[in-house]
T-cell receptor, first 114, second 116 residues
Framework: GNSVTQMEGPVTLSEEAFLTINCTYT??????LFWYVQYPGEGLQLLLK?????DKGSNKGFEATYRKETTSFHLEKGSVQVSDSAVYFC?????????????FGKGTSLLVTP | GAVVSQHPSRVICKSGTSVKIECRSL??????MFWYRQFPKQSLMLMAT?????????EQGVEKDKFLINHASLTLSTLTVTSAHPEDSSFYIC????????????FGPGTRLTVL
């Protein structure tokens, strides 16, 4: 079946540090891959996405590359800010039988300290 | 970007009562809406998929008689938690997918349900 595995947190970094949050997936066919972010007290927001192999999604300094050979979609940012503190979810689109519902990883909590 | 609203944002109710949560797509038509449940410090678990004008499709383990879903129009889906119990306390999140885009969903801000 389809599933997403992401590194467990919490991750604590100092401001301007480099961030990597690992995400690997198992899927039948060719899923679309996503990173969502949930800031404290808010709903989920799409951070970036990639719909096919070798695509790179990017937004707000975050990047992730769809790697079919390693079934990975790791999230990276070169220099994190305190405002990046949030929970990050890796996700993929399930098949059409579920109306293209998202299948989420467990989330990784990030805390950036000044 | 597209906006999805949920109402109420938080609700406290007594055990045995029913609670209705509304999910609305404000500036687009959503042929499909999804209802998720999120436990503290855990991921979102899909409860059901709701298509306008048809019965919802529930995930395994989700009681359809307890979690009633109605998708009456292209901009509104409702989730009713019937005969709520304390174990139903959770964060309920809806999302909506526009008819023209299979891989883009927009999420509501969530509803915090507390059953006493």
């Amino acid at each position: 079946g389809n599933s997403v595995t992401q590194m467990e947190g919490p991750v604590t970094l100092s401001e301007e540090a480099f961030l990597t949050i690992n995400c690997t997936y198992t899927a039948t066919g060719y899923p679309s891959l996503f990173w969502y972010v949930q800031y404290p007290g808010e709903g989920l927001q799409l951070l970036l996405k990639a719909t096919k192999a070798d695509d790179k999604g990017s937004n707000k300094g975050f990047e992730a590359t769809y790697r079919k050979e390693t079934t990975s979609f790791h999230l990276e940012k070169g220099s994190v800010q305190v405002s990046d503190s949030a929970v990050y979810f890796c996700a993929l689109i399930i098949s059409a039988n579920s109306g293209y519902a998202l299948n989420f990883g467990k989330g990784t909590s990030l805390l950036v300290t000044p | 970007g597209a906006v999805v609203s949920q109402h109420p944002s938080r609700v406290i109710c007594k055990s045995g009562t029913s609670v209705k949560i509304e999910c609305r797509s404000l500036d687009f038509q959503a042929t499909t809406m999804f209802w998720y449940r999120q436990f503290p410090k855990q991921s979102l678990m899909l409860m059901a998929t709701s298509n306008e004008g048809s019965k919802a499709t529930y995930e395994q383990g989700v009681e359809k008689d307890k979690f009633l879903i109605n998708h009456a129009s292209l901009t509104l889906s409702t989730l009713t938690v019937t005969s709520a119990h304390p174990e139903d306390s959770s964060f309920y999140i809806c999302s909506a997918r526009a008819s023209h885009s299979y891989n883009e969903q927009f999420f509501g801000p969530g509803t915090r349900l507390t059953v006493l």
